[in-house]
């Protein structure tokens, strides 16, 4: 490999990227690869991508390695844009190209994530990810898209200053890994061919975007195998051991001093090997563009050639970026690499694109779909669902419901009023509409005044003041929406306080002590130390609402006015302003530890009073539970674990409970059922308690009772050990129904402990756990000349 | 007070902003005011306003009390915007109306102060600033501005991180002392009629934005009286004292427990009384809003009327914002504030309009200025030598000067070779044209490619990098534009990092391994570690090329060319990217710690070894320089103060050292004769050195000498003690020409200590220099019902 070739590769590059307009499928009737094995129905993906790649030439391949990828125009076939972004609906992203008008100039916009999640129904997220590959594939029958889509974001949110935090569910892992199952269910479909092929992103340890002077491209958490397995790798077991994702995301950072781009214990031990996800259909792409973060900032290699070549042989098939087409000649002419090793990579790829029908024409069943399929009614409604199931009641005195009437005098205030696209959060696309709070309550027909300011986060002006009180001068209730949004927390953006504002607070504070009722709807993460507001008696209500997208604030006003009751529950913990001050972002620890006076992180572990707790939220009713009694309350492990038949042990039943939940109060409503697992069992310290299962109950009326299943398996009961094991242990045990227990049942485990998943040690030497790593991260680059 | 007078006045301060449009001069001659005393040409300022004030109501007086000011309607009294901008020209603020086309479109926009305080050139500054007075006045004949310009930002910029740090001269107190003085002197004129009036910000100790859970509005930085005086008090000394600026404004942040605008030890004490800066033509105005940040976030009051009672005691006569306003009736009823407290703020700013002949018409001299005085060629030419005179030469093999002929073959590359506004910085106007370094790279003639890629601080996308090697294939030199701007440095925002980002050090990599030289401009403040760039021998020339103005890519091709040498000096000190690892923003403390291992801060007190030192910079040729000698070495303090008849001790003479300095080389040159100040005297430690003078020489040529005077005064060598008095003591003392000195003079000084002020003492209790204050700041908002 000579320069001369670098050059001619980047030439073909260069072109092919210009070819990216005429995309589409190939032809396998009258193409040049008819005759390819490729377009072989009858024969198997790996087969056919095999055959494929075996027709390419090395330059051929090399060009096909990034995320821009220019096909083989001599083989017909075409270019492929492997990024395309779905994150709460289809969105817009280097692979999907909206129409400026007519058909294809929008898709259905759900809420964040981080609403959704708090809804905690599965059943939904199904719904909603269906919609959204149905949408997806509708797409990419008009040519507007590829069949690959780089969603979910499935880190945990651990640190509500995260800026991405609003992109994930939220902060327990059990929860995610529930929830991504069903996501990925939804996306992939259940077909010969799968609908799109769905990405757990970022692989692993990734939640922190730039916060004091740590940067994601160059950060090395350190993370310990205990709290590595129990906190940071769940929802990507749950996405490649059960719910077999098409594809995977490694991540920016290092871990442990690896990045986790060019680490083979990440992505070949523990993804591939530990966790079976060995179909050649499945593929592991990099962010954009951590391979070169490899070289810098992470200096993990001391030239771009081992940069690539160490990616590539880790396990990274597809380089967002530029980096693989660059280098990798040079790497192979210095042996670094191997052709072989190059194959491998577009072997998954391609092999992903045949299980996706991309070679088979109209026999694929979703080539009939169409921009009719898009934006449909049931597809509106379902968005309006979402938000209103997400949106969250904190604080109620009494006044929500709240019967609105022509006669009735609203005034909207706040910089969230007139919402529009900061509704829809980041990795947006393009809505159909945008219905803010404003538009909403107009269409109330009430008497609405309204005011756009305060602004939001960091703006103190209270030059623009004087409208907010002209606007609530007549009114008789006032609707402030506000709280924080993409202005503070973003990609690359991680916020540096977790108070409101003093301006919000001043303002909510004048209306408050006008004798109207006020009524707060907090949006964005709910990470926002709402303390003044729960203490203002003249606060009549709060609410938390999210990025509930396109029709969020007739959600808002639908649970304002009652037409549908809130049952959201908050996904993560809201912890006291102060609480940062405690936190490094960098300490990735979840353990308190009394030494240093840190306080723990997320509602397993945090040792001090949160401001309103994980799970937590009000409804316009009451309800009881009960737990259907079991025969016994000890349990011994060995019985347990004797008839497990499970490859993994960890998915054995345990107990199906039967949970009956009865409305006891006047208004109909749903009912999130949350099961929590509290007692001492396994490595000391234990948590306060995990969440173990959820069930959302619908519609519950008044008076009338609905039983669920909460269906408990062995990983419901097990621990993590010191290395990242997990154990069934014998100890004390109680499952709890609801944040402050309606139910509870306690029992025992008793007799040997028992491993249901031996851990894959990592290769010493690593930095495992040493130190807490806290601090300004100020590194001294030396640049290799 | 009642709330319907609240109502009234909300409703007249409404009417008004409407009628700001027809905002003019008032009509002494036929209007309402003409036989009111304020219309008496030959009285007093004082007088004049005293009577003008005596005619309003107390409603119209609490109207007036605001920068959005209604004017009195009932007596002529036009509507006012005090709140004009002209940081490096008339800049688009509230009170600024640049016209859509024709006349008055756009005004001349200079280099950022960063840059221009580079250039050691007071003549310069005075030239400039009178050029912007001259423009500001233009713009008010049209009606198009206000005559108060909330100009400069003088805080001495001390951390590379804040944001701001780009609207100063740089980290030196005397180096702000001297430029400030001839800024003001240029801006308000020596005329009859002040030309415009210029305001000191941010009075004191203002120099972070948001860091790690710390925000400019509640940050309360704990100062001693030794560093606040020898450090963060001097610009705002040469401001008051020793210039008569017009105005003043307070600070956001709090200064050990007290909101700056509601202090009156800063704002009478020391301001008015200690600096005699009483005439009742100078007044205070709040930052914008930093009286209702006294009540939140500072929480410095328990009700709103408490905090614009103390703000408007201390001494704060302007609000920027509308809490005045809203609060003064209130606080008036509660017998918190009198009306006289309210009619001393409004005479101070009615005789500050007064001396600006605001009332007195054509009388006043710069009535005539007009759009021809605007934009003109001089003003034009002073932008570019305004920018060539601060760009620094940084590093040099020899490629520089660069003879450019047609034949040349250039790559521009960088997200800076095309920039736009980029130029500008923040706080810009519109000017009359932006040229970039491509553009001045084209007008050379020579064979120009061009890729503005990769993209600035936090972009890792290679995606776009083939461009690059596209454009620098044919080329035969390399011209990297890059660093940073305002997405990482800006109002409400400090850097995270002082890295170059890991992308940009990528490309300057590759570039720099092809074998053609390669010269790198790195824009944006100076503070980013360029360690890589002067250790890679692959990178022939770096240059800092700060904000460079309207004209900014013709200076940087001018000095590349060799059209003019470069004489810059760096304004601040470069250190090493993981010197903020270990230097909080939250500190303000600037001598090193040997205990927690602070390393210090500025030139002055850093114990490490900087990238580059303050007062660095190359040129195109060499100097020699000789101090002419002087009888005597030893001096007696009782001597040098026993005929010192100023009222300010620290203003009588030392010794007029006379400088000789030679260009012992071959280009004709400007140089900056520096003379710093080190030696063993007065409290330990003593500093490294400290500037105590500078002159610019021009156009010395080649074999050429020129003589400068270095004027030393007694504050020149006297120090602070720790209760903030500046004392001469006896001791060594030795006066250094240049970084690497070029000629030293050192003599001693004998006999008893002399006190040349004595310190104002703040009244305890106040937070003194207790602790060091580090860390996240999360308060627990408590709201006051």
């Not at 958490?221 to 940071?232: A, F, I, N, T, W």
Request: with cysteine; glycine share 8%; charged share 15%.
């Amino acid at each position: 490999m000579t320069a001369l070739l670098l050059t001619s590769l980047l030439a073909l590059t260069l072109k092919a990227t210009a070819q990216l307009e005429g995309r589409g499928f190939p032809d396998c009737q009258n193409g040049p690869l008819k005759n390819n094995t490729v377009c072989d129905f009858t024969a198997d993906p790996l087969t056919r991508a095999t055959a494929l790649i075996a027709a390419f030439t090395i330059e051929e391949k090399i060009n096909n390695t990034g995320s821009t990828a220019p096909g083989v125009p001599r083989l017909g076939l075409p270019a492929y844009t492997w990024w395309q972004e779905a994150l709460h609906g289809v969105a817009q992203s280097p692979g999907v190209n909206f129409s400026d008008s007519g058909d294809f100039r929008y898709a259905t916009s759900f809420p964040q994530p981080i609403l959704m999640g708090a809804a905690f129904d599965d059943d939904l997220i199904k719904d909603v990810a269906t919609v959204i590959s149905t949408e997806a594939r509708a797409f990419n029958n008009d040519a507007r898209s590829g069949l690959d889509y780089w969603t979910p974001n499935i880190n945990p949110f651990k640190d509500s200053r995260w800026g991405r935090g609003q992109e994930t569910p939220g902060e327990d892992p059990y929860h995610l890994s529930s929830y991504v199952k069903s996501l990925i269910a939804g996306l992939q479909g259940d077909g010969k061919y799968k609908k799109v092929v769905a990405t757990c992103k970022h692989f692993v340890a990734y939640d922190l975007e730039t916060w004091n002077g740590n940067f994601r491209y160059q950060f090395d958490p350190h993370v310990g195998s205990q709290e590595l397995v129990e906190y940071y790798m769940p929802p990507f077991q749950a996405c490649a051991r059960d719910a077999n994702v098409g594809a995977f995301m490694c991540s920016y950072n290092s871990l442990n001093g690896i990045p986790t781009c060019a680490d083979p214990y990440l992505l070949q031990t523990i993804l591939r090997e530990h966790w079976n996800w060995t179909s050649e259909e499945q593929w592991v792409t990099s962010d954009c563009d951590s391979i070169q973060n490899v070289y810098l900032p992470h200096e993990y290699t001391s030239t771009r050639e081992e940069a690539v070549a160490v990616s590539l042989k880790a396990g990274t098939d597809v380089n967002c970026g530029t980096y693989y087409q660059e280098f990798l000649p040079g790497a192979l002419s210095l042996g670094l690499v191997t052709e072989k090793d190059i194959d491998m990579a577009l072997i998954r790829q391609y092999s992903s694109l045949v299980r996706l029908g991309y070679f088979d024409g109209t026999a694929v069943e979703y080539r009939s779909l169409s921009w009719k399929d898009v934006s449909t009614p049931y597809a509106q409604q379902l968005a309006l669902k979402a938000a209103v199931e997400g949106i969250t009641l904190l604080k109620n005195d009494g006044i929500l419901p709240l019967a609105i009437t022509k006669d009735t005098k609203i005034a909207v205030i706040g910089d969230w009023a007139n919402a529009t696209e900061q509704m829809l959060g980041n990795y947006d696309g393009i809505p159909p509409y945008l219905h803010s709070p404003l538009w909403a309550a107009q269409q109330t027909g009430a008497n609405v005044t309204y005011s756009g300011n305060p602004g939001g986060q960091g703006d103190p002006t209270t030059n623009n003041w004087l409208h907010i009180w002209t606007a609530v001068d007549e009114a008789d209730v006032i609707l402030f929406a506000g709280g924080i949004d993409n202005g503070v927390e973003a990609e690359g953006m991680d916020r540096v306080s977790i108070a409101w504002t003093g301006a919000q607070l001043d303002v909510i504070g004048q209306l408050a002590s006008r004798g109207k009722p006020v009524i707060v709807a907090q949006m964005g993460t709910n990470g926002v130390d709402s303390t003044p507001l729960l203490n203002n008696q003249n606060i009549s209500a709060l609410l938390w609402g999210g990025y509930p997208g396109q029709d969020g604030g007739v959600a808002l006003l639908d649970i304002i006015q009652g037409k549908s009751a809130p049952a959201g529950r908050l996904p993560t913990t809201q912890y006291p302003a102060s609480y940062i001050s405690k936190v490094p972002m960098t300490d990735m620890h979840l353990r308190p530890n009394s030494t240093t006076g840190f306080p723990g992180r997320t509602y397993m572990w945090y040792n001090e009073k949160p401001v309103f707790e994980f799970g937590y939220g009000l409804h316009y009713t009451n309800f009881s539970a009960t737990i259907s009694p079991t025969d016994t309350t000890s349990f011994s492990i060995a019985d347990l674990t004797k008839d497990c038949t499970e490859h993994y042990m960890d998915r054995c039943p345990f107990a199906d409970m039967k949970i009956a939940v009865t409305n006891t109060g006047n208004v109909t409503s749903d009912y999130v059922t949350l099961g929590f697992l509290a007692g001492e069992h396994g490595p000391a310290p234990c948590p306060n308690k995990r969440l173990v299962n959820y069930q959302r109950l619908h519609n519950i009326t008044a008076g009338a009772s609905q039983t669920t299943s909460l269906n408990l398996t062995l990983a419901s009961l097990a621990r993590v050990d010191d290395m990242g094991n997990t154990v069934l242990y014998p100890g004390s045990y109680a499952l709890l129904i609801d944040t402050q227990p309606l139910a509870m049942f306690n029992f025992t485990l008793t007799g040997d402990e028992v491993v249901l998943d031996h851990w894959p040690q990592p290769p010493a030497p690593r930095t495992q756990d040493s130190d807490y790593y806290v601090g300004g991260y100020g590194s001294e680059y030396e640049m290799p000349l």
